[in-house]
């Protein structure tokens, strides 16, 4: 049958897609051999000192040279190898002396070629095999099929028995025919496995080898191509064999004139093959011969290492003594009786990750570390002058010396305990500092400590004039980030990358994943309004957005929706989404719930009216418009549990002519009149207020109405409580202003009222208003709430002679939240001053003890001015430097300083930590996450988190649009009109 032009086309396209994925799958493969070859080439070089004092015991004991071998079998031909078919053996009788008439398979593939190829040049390619220059023939004619057929079943294929159990178990019998017809090795030239394996010079050991060569055989065969499974079903495919021997001066330093270099046992594994041009990644396996055993220590097959410990499997124990066990167990010996002040005292010439180390080399270590040195972790913590912990060690000290043995190791633990919390979120902020470096400069950056996602690399991803509002953690690992523009909500986790190359899954690189993209913006469908996300809260139950809506109608409003989704609906994937890989949720899965509105509702049916509001009342009484009544929501939220959510929202009403000749009124202004600022607390389930209360207290003026209120929030869990859990609100202005609104809820959901913190007559604030600072208006005011207090950041200015010049100055105040319960002496209120020539940019709560900044410092090192400078930033367009700062907050300490960034502008960081999950979000860069639990993902089944199936359902039909067919008269084949071969 004569083919057309059509089913040719179609047969080679189908041949090329086939063709690009079996290269993309060997290049992924590649890889994988790749790390997996580097990972035992570590671990041969920290094994370097073990193996050159076990070659030197040896040669010194005995008059036989015991150099370790490493055996190395790689995919490709060595370019010095000799020709593989020269390798390989004539198959002899099992009777004796003659050959047999039957040629070998390689000898016969050789003689054929010679005989119909006479006079053709031939050469030897990188795989082996031959390739014949003659007659060039047409791409699509049948000679040109046939040439690549014979060129696939002409390949080698070796003999499996014989690689691994050393002869051959389908041998030909003097005149029968048939036999084997794969290759065998002659182990002259070309050792086998089973060859290297099976000299061993330990009793005992060929048990412990044959398993392992079954277990070889086993994964072998499991990953032999179906190719060769079904044309030769006792073949694999070629393996080709290097002998490197291992010198007894390995890992010394050797002088070369003016220069020193010290080999490694991965520099001559490297040379060995670079110079056969052959890469680590070819490695199948390797074995090693030590003193006492040959080990199989690589297989390919088997994802790498085939042994737990190098020093009980590889370097064993001999009959006299003399090899690395018996040298470990001298070093273990010696360690265990080094006097402990000795042992101590080397312990403090170490750094933190070092002694880390150290605990883990013997037991006697581990417990003189962990339980018998306080004077240790006394001195850790003095070498980074890091608070201690004073109440804790008060009953363990007699005159500052410790009493006995059993309070040392209690003071030891309280130490070591102090120093890994410190410890820790040092740690932490080193891994935000590496990864702000990977995502802005984007080099290549190791993602073993955090994870993050560089978004300018990513189809869908936040576009400008996007910005990240806030993240909130999820759970354990998962992040939720929220955008403003396109009112994206955007759930992240940090999975392992690369599953199938893990080694050692603790030390694996993390991959920043984004696993749902949901947009809920309840307007998203009309043209007319539009909606900007402003603040963003996460509970037990629902996720709570604050947006602004703009309407094309009325440009004189600005009014503020709630919209509330559940964390279920939240994570149900739609089957249809947009091209950014957005998915809009239905009208009825979001609820919405209009700001304006319900405070209005809920301030006309209070049973009693609030004294601030009686005008409000009075002007609906005689006529007014509720339209004309201005609601000024704040633009942070704060998340109470279990869909409550609070906001703060100033009330006015328009001026009337007796609120004009009053000029004395603050609260005057663009023809309103400010009432009252007043918190809101909404719940989700009820859909509308359920609690208000004063955001300012009642002797004190109330703020103007345009200065924004910011709310922070922190839930605790009450123990033997349930799920159930308690929250603690704080409200404070933008001004300086002395006084914190705060408010408490119990785990029962009742509100205990609110109450203010702090003392209008605080002497460092009347005195900072006096010396002519006054608040920094731009962005929010950093609050947090802690277990033990409120901390508020101020960035202070004022102006200075020069018209141009400004003179700025940051501080940090601590409101404690339990004043009556502070011992004598202590204040309620003090302050702590970060810095000069600063802004305090954010402000996170990390864990329960420690606070920390976002500082944006306009100096070069990002420490105070020097005396006389003053402090004095001259102009906006200067370079500033983002400073994270830790704060200890039982101690008012600054424990570290670590800078994280060079100044973008006006872009900011976010950050949140909840217990062991450190997120930030980059703006428009990208996401970040660290933590504990971010280094501790494991390529397990439960690293991903699963969706329902439900929720995705393999029906669903994606919509598409209708492609309009071409009309073009071009003129077609036969075959592409349908006509069949007889026309």
Known sequence: MVRGNWQKRVETADARRKEAKQRKHRSEEKRIFKGQAQEMLALLDRQMDAIRRSSSASEGGSSTSCCWKLHLWVDSLPSESPPFLDSMMMEEDEGGTGKSNRRARSSSIEDSNAA???????????????????????????????????????????????????????????????????????????????????????????????DAIAQAEEACEANTPQEITESDPGGMEVVYYLLLPIPSNIGTVVEDGDESSRNTISDLTTEKLASNQIGIGSIVYLAISSPSRNILLYDRNREGLVIQEFTVDVLGSSGDGSTGESIEADDKLNAEHLPVSILEHIFQYLEAPAVASAAQVCTSWHR?????????????????????????????????????????????????????????????????????????????????????????????????????????IWGPNQVLAAYSNDCTLRLFQAVPRNISAAGHSSQQEKSCRELVCHSIDPYSHTKKKSCFMEAMGLDEDVVGCLCSVSDDSCDTKTPHILVILSRDDLLVVDASSDTAGRTSDEPESLRVIDVEEAVLNYVLSLDHVDHRLLRLHDFLALGGDSDEVEFIVSQSMAACGYGRFMVEVAISIPMNADDENDNDDDNLGDGVLLLDRKLFLFSSSVGAIVWMGDSNPPNVPLPPRLEDM???????????????????????SHALAPLVMSCEIDHSGHIEGNFPLGSVEWSQTEVALEEGWNSRSEGKRPILVTP????????????????????????ITFYSRFP??????????????????????????????????LVRFFTETGFAAVDGGGGHWGGENRVARVYALTIHVPSRREIERLCLYEDFGLNKLNLVVSDDTVACGAWLKGLIMTGADVRSVRPTSNSVLVMDEASTPKSAKKKGKHKRQSKGSGKKDGFARGMSLRG
């Open 116 to 210: 119909t190829n006479k006079g053709k040049k031939k050469g030897r390619g990188r795989s082996g095999s031959f390739q014949q220059d003659g007659k060039k023939v047409h791409p699509r004619s049948k000679e040109a099929e046939t040439e690549k057929e014979e060129s696939r079943s002409a390949g080698p294929v070796l003999c499996r028995s014989q690689f691994f159990h050393g002869k051959c178990l389908n041998v030909q019998k003097p005149g029968k025919k048939g036999g084997c017809r794969c290759a065998h090795y002659n182990n002259k030239q070309l050792k086998t496995l089973a060859a290297v394996l099976v000299d061993n010079k330990q009793k005992g050991g060929p048990k412990t080898e044959k």
């Open 368 to 472: 003189e570390i962990r339980h018998a040195s306080p004077n240790l972790w006394r001195h850790l913590l003095n070498q980074r002058d890091w608070p201690f912990p004073l109440d804790a060690l008060e009953g363990h000290l007699i005159d500052g010396s410790l009493q006995d043995q059993e309070q040392a190791a209690s003071a030891s633990g309280i130490l070591r305990d102090e120093f890994i919390k410190h410890y820790s979120v040092l740690r932490d902020m080193k891994a935000l500092q590496q990864a702000m470096t990977g995502l802005l400069t984007r080099r290549p950056t190791e993602e073993r400590e955090m994870s993050f996602q560089a978004f300018s690399t990513r189809r869908g991803a936040p576009q400008a004039p996007n910005n990240c509002v806030t993240v909130e």
């Open 788 to 811: 033990t207090d409120v901390v508020v950041g101020d960035s202070l200015t004022r102006q200075l002679d020069g018209a141009a010049n400004r003179e700025y100055k940051s501080t």
């Open 820 to 853: 009556d319960a502070l011992q004598d002496g202590m204040d309620p209120i003090s302050k702590l001053m970060v810095g000069e020539n600063c802004i305090i940019d954010r402000m996170a709560a990390f864990r329960d003890d420690y606070v920390v900044m």
């Open 710 to 732: 910011t709310l922070a929030c922190i839930r605790r869990a009450i123990p033997g409580g349930g799920t159930r859990s308690s929250c603690t609100v704080a409200a404070v």
